[in-house]
């Protein structure tokens, strides 16, 4: 199988290294940068419902902004 190299600033390699570190760790087996890519790509946005935990000053602002956008939509 052809290979492909990729650019990645350090944060997002060392992101994704905690993946795959976490990633083993579940699975009990090695796991490549491409393994924990892969696992990525799978997950569904449903995967991640429940997994934030948003305080309530949070949530006023994200419905402040969501309020906003609409108003300007609409206009």
Known sequence: MPTKSIKLSEETYRKLVEIAGKLQSELKKPVS???AIKYLLKRRISD???SWDVSDEEMRAIKKS???GWKAWRS
């Open 33 to 35: 940068i491409e393994d």
């Open 66 to 68: 969501l309020d906003e």
């Open 48 to 50: 991640l419902a429940g």
